[in-house]
Every structure is written in C-alpha cells, then in structure tokens.
C-alpha cells in the first residue's frame, strides 16, 4: 500500500503573535532541522548607517521631535488662505499653492533626515482644534508636500466610483460596522504588530487621542537584520526567498509571490540599502478577511520567520509620545511601525489621518521586485481625481465580507 498523501497545511499562527508558540517553533526547528548558518551570496554580516538603532541610546544621539513656533503656525495660516484663494480642490495642493517661505528649508531638512538620518521625525504643534476638518487636511497636506510633493493612492474607488484615494482614515469602526465587515486592525481599537505600509514616507496626523493607551512605536528594521543576521542568518535567508502574500481585493488574483527582504549594495552613486516590506496579515488574515484557502499554507520556517520580525521590533522599539496636532513621519522602507491596543471614551476618540508620501529628490532607487507594488501607489495620480474623505471609512483591501472588483494597493 502506498502512503496517504497530505495537502499542506497552514502553520498554527495568527495574526496575534503568541510568544509561547513562536519559542516552541524555534525549539522544534533548532532540535529537528539542518539550519543553513551562512548568509545569502552578497548579503552583509551587518548594515552600518545611522538607520540601526534602537531603544537604549537613541534619545542621547538623536532628537526626533520638531515643535512649530508661535511664527511656524502663523505662516501655516497664512499659506491655508493662500490657497483657499485659489479656489482649488485638495488635490491641488502642493508647494506652490501652498508657499512657506521660511519653514521650507526645514522642512527640507526633515526630508533629509527622514531619508538619510535616522528615518522619523515627528513634527509637533498642528492646531486641530481651532480649524474645520477640511482646513487642517489642507494645512496637513502642505506642510508634508514640503517634505515630500508626491502623493500616493490608498484606495482606487470611492463611495462606488473609480477615484485615486490620498487621505486614509485610522479609526476604531467597530462600534458603526460589523466585525465581519472589518478586514483590518486599522479600523478597531486592537494592537496593531510591526508591519509596513506601502510607499516611501508614512505620514500619521493625530485628530484626536486615545482615552487610554494605543501608544505609537517604531523600531529599526536595520537593527533587526543585524540581530538575524548574526544569530540566526537562515531566517535572513527565508526572508529574502519568495512567499506566497494574499492580495485583498482582486479576486483575479489571490496572491502573488515575492520575497520580504531585498538588499541592494553600494554603487558609485548610491548607499547599499536593505528593505523589509511585509504586513503580516496579507499571512494571517484578520477579522473579516481570514486567510484564503487559495492562497499556498507558509512552512514552518517562514511563520518563524513572521514572528520572528514582530518579537525582535518589539525588542528593540521606541514608543512615541504622540499626541493631539502630532504629525509623525517615518521612512517606510527602514523602520517598521505598530501601535498598542487601546480603549475610547465618548470624549476621546483616537484619529489618525494617513498619507503615503515620496521625494523623488531624495527617494530610495528601489528593486526591481518593488516596482510594481510601488506604481500602484504612485504612478498616475492625478491632481483633478485626488479625494480625500473627510470621514472614516473602511478602505477595499481592507473591507471583509463582500467580493471586490477593485486591486487597491497591497
């Protein structure tokens, strides 16, 4: 007789990382499996660059909190009416419709250090509590088209019609929307685990704070390539193969191929660069959006490896005060972001506002592999079909329950 065969399975994982589970796969793995302990051919035994840092001196070496001045926020103002003048749509608002004369050079310098330095910088002091909604968006979008003019899409469709979606909403919905209905950690009061977005800058404005808890952190993904990469150099090897990673909202294509990992070397005109690009739930599923059985299980190595990732961030990581009028800007392609569950109150309800951003004057030469996944947010996004959405609303990769017509970006 032969011997049955079985399908694979997916790995007892979730979107949760359960810290228990992850240090009994990494026994199982250490005790059964040959682990190959060389790197990938051409990878570094580890990055030097001021993106590897961490938790324990970063505060003595490096101020990441730009405060506006009292004449800061007056030229703000002065650039919001300026553009009220012309009687143009949000979309339209970049550096000249929007002109800061004398903030400009600084906010330059941010890019500088969002690009070259460290990789964040929060900026302090937007007055959203004396502004409309509408207005401080326009404020929000100048001030950060100074630091980076482009633009990127969030969603393809709005409200049923094709549109480039700039403005993103993080808010917990589930108090208005079925639980069902919610395919992303976005729109609850749940943690969100270290992950990246899509695009070169995530900007964050803070509407509204937390009645308790939700504090942001970052942590270098720099400074956890060095950890792997000195002690456990085959999961940098996982890393870097091709995984099966699910496409919420194409129901065409259910998933695509692509390694998390990409490491660039040094040119003549370029930094050696190294990017980690992943969001564990297009792994996991969440909520409404479980993981498709049509998308490939993981192996044992790549759920260690996702746990991995979130459990040596966590490690590592900085917790930002952010607050009401905060503006957080971080470099997408170095530095992986979460934020702790939190709870609301009738009074305080946490708000953020989201734009993905890029400056092509500063911005990272990308792999091949990216490009892609990078032109679904970047490429064509025109002034004249910008929206931005002055309420939250669940976005379509992130909306479970229904089929989707749409390919948002991933």
Known sequence: MGIAQTEPRQPDIGYKPDYDKYLARVKSRLATEQLNSTLPDGFPTQLRSDLVWDNSDIASCYSWTYELSAEDVEELISALQHFKSTGKSLGFVNRDTFPLPKLHARLRDISNEIHNGFGFKVVRGLPVDKHTREDILVIYAGLASHIAPIRGRQDSQYEGKPADVALNHIKDLTATHDANRIGAPAY???????????????????????????????????????????????????????????????????????????????????????????????????????????????????????????????????????????????????????????????????????????????????????????????????????????????????????????????
């Open 188 to 410: 609850t009061a749940d943690k969100q685990v270290f992950h990246t977005d899509s695009g070169d800058i995530i900007a964050l404005l803070c509407l509204e704070e937390a009645a308790q808890g939700g504090q942001s952190k970052v942590s270098s993904s720099w400074r956890v390539y060095n950890e792997l990469a000195s002690t456990r150099p085959d999961l940098i090897r996982t890393l870097a193969e091709k995984w099966p990673t699910e496409i919420f909202g194409d129901p065409n294509h259910k998933f695509v191929n692509r390694a998390l990992l990409h490491y660039t070397p040094s040119t003549a005109t370029s930094p050696e660069r190294m990017i980690i690009q992943y969001a564990r739930r297009t792994f996991t599923g969440f909520q409404g959006l479980p993981r498709s059985k049509d998308v490939p299980p993981l192996s044992e190595a790549q759920a260690e490896a996702l746990d991995t990732l979130h459990f040596v961030a966590e490690k590592h990581a900085l917790g930002l005060d952010f607050k009401k009028g905060d503006i957080q800007f971080v470099n997408n392609l170095s530095i992986f972001h979460a934020r702790d569950a939190f709870t609301n109150s009738p009074q305080k309800q946490r708000h953020l506002v989201r734009l993905w951003l890029r400056d092509p004057e500063l911005a990272w030469q990308l792999p091949e592999a990216l490009k892609g996944r990078w032109d679904r947010v970047y490429a064509d996004v025109t002034p004249e079909r910008q929206v931005w959405p002055l309420d939250a609303y669940i976005r379509s990769a992130s909306k479970g329950g229904e089929k989707k017509n749409a390919s948002p970006p991933q």
